[in-house]
């Protein structure tokens, strides 16, 4: 049998590609991680608060009211010994649907001293008329004095009137 060189050639290409493979280093596995989990979903933020559904609309001295809580005397000058009516006049949002809430009279004299506080809570529909009264029987010091209006807590009107 006669062997022809190029027999022997690919038969030592074949042991050269083996002998390479077989010295072959292991390169390190490449690990691909899996897909990161989708990033979760922020909380809806709370709506914000609805605006005031009830509101004053006006405050009015006098010295008496009428059974509609108004006003039927109207003044900013009282005698010592009169007795202070404030009508606080107010409206809602919703006619049909009552809105809870706190109406305040803070009385105080020339230095912000106070002189009487009355809070009521309500369950406003539409306008209405809530009267506040302050009296001293045995008479007011002659001076200037205020009554602030509160909503819920917040100073919403103030008037300013005289005891003379």
Not at 138 to 146: A, C, E, F, I, Q
Not at 156 to 162: D, H, I, K, L, S
Request: proline fraction near 10%; glycine fraction near 6%.
């Amino acid at each position: 049998m006669m062997r022809t060189p190029i027999h022997a050639a690919l038969a030592a290409a074949l042991l050269g590609t083996l002998a390479l493979a077989g010295c072959k280093k292991d390169e390190p596995a490449v690990v691909t991680p899996p897909p990161a989990a989708p990033a979760p979903t922020p909380a809806p933020m709370p709506a914000p608060a609805p605006a005031a559904a009830v509101s004053v609309t006006s405050v009015d001295l006098g010295t008496a009211v009428d059974a509609n809580n108004r006003v039927t005397a109207p003044a900013t000058t009282f005698a010592r010994g009169d007795t202070i009516h404030a009508s606080v006049a107010t409206t809602s949002s919703d006619p049909a649907m009552p809105q809870r809430g706190q109406l305040t009279a803070r009385w105080s004299f020339e230095d912000g001293q106070l002189v009487d506080e009355l809070s009521r809570d309500f369950d406003f529909t539409g306008t209405g008329n809530t009267a506040f009264q302050v009296s001293k029987p045995d008479g007011w010091p002659v001076g200037r004095y205020k009554v602030e209006i509160l909503l819920n807590g917040a100073v919403v009107q103030t008037r300013e009137y005289e005891v003379r």
